[in-house]
């Protein structure tokens, strides 16, 4: 049964830092990975995609990583700033367009 | 960019009555729409795949008699919640992935449900 782990669960850094938010997953037969950020009380948005054949994607200050043999993502953002306050969350799909869902990160950018 | 449309965004409800919620997918056709459903501070889990014109599939542990779900066209699928009590508080997140192939999924802003 795939299990997806997100560390930290929450994590607190003042503007202008660079972040790596880690995801791993147990089993690596994957088809892709997908980053998403959810605002409380909200529904997810979409970040970043990586087919399984992939090794990172990227979108302005956001840089995903995937490493399937190890099992491990990570989603590195830069220059955080408070606007990027949210919880962001790792998903696998396992051969099936069915996501399993990691519990998130909370990252809270203070000015 | 693809927009995934939930209705209702917050419902109370009291005991015993059944709520109806919506996903619709605004400007593209999704063959397949996914229902999850996310308690404080835990993951979102899956409920069922809603498949256009048949029967949804539900994960192990989902009440397909308490959970109805139908989707009767490419751009609409519905939650019913039967006979609602106070533990199926939760929040109920739709997605609906475009039948184009290699799209991501895209969600709905989801629908806080409380049973009182």
């Known amino acids: 049964k795939q299990e997806v782990t997100q560390i930290p669960a929450a994590l607190s850094v003042p503007e202008g830092e660079n972040l790596v938010l880690n995801c791993s997953f147990t089993d690596s037969a994957i088809y892709n990975l997908q980053w998403f950020r959810q605002d409380p009380g909200k529904g997810l948005t979409s970040l970043l995609l990586?087919?399984?054949?992939?090794r990172e994607q990227t979108s302005g200050r956001l840089n995903a990583s995937l490493d399937k043999s190890s099992g491990r993502s990570t989603l590195y953002i830069a220059a955080s700033q408070p606007g990027d306050s949210a919880t962001y969350l790792c998903a696998v799909s396992p051969l099936s367009e069915k996501l399993v869902f990691g519990k998130g990160t909370k990252l809270t950018v203070n000015p | 960019g693809a927009v995934v449309s939930q209705h209702p965004s917050r419902v109370i409800c009291k005991s015993g009555t059944s709520v109806k919620i919506e996903c619709r997918s605004l400007?593209?056709?999704?063959?397949?729409m996914f229902w999850y459903r996310q308690f404080p501070k835990q993951s979102l889990m899956l409920m069922a795949t809603?498949?256009?014109?048949?029967?949804?599939?539900?994960e192990q542990g989902v009440e397909k008699d308490k959970f109805l779900i139908n989707h009767a066209s490419l751009t609409l699928s519905t939650l019913t919640v039967t006979s609602a009590h106070p533990e199926d508080s939760s929040f109920y997140i739709c997605?609906?992935?475009?039948?184009?192939?290699?799209?991501?999924?895209?969600f709905g802003n989801g629908t806080r449900l409380t049973v009182t």
């Open positions: 809603s498949n256009e014109g048949s029967k949804a599939t539900y």
């Open positions: 990586i087919q399984s054949s992939q």
């Open positions: 400007d593209f056709q999704a063959t397949t």
């Open positions: 997605s609906a992935r475009d039948i184009t192939v290699g799209s991501p999924l895209h």
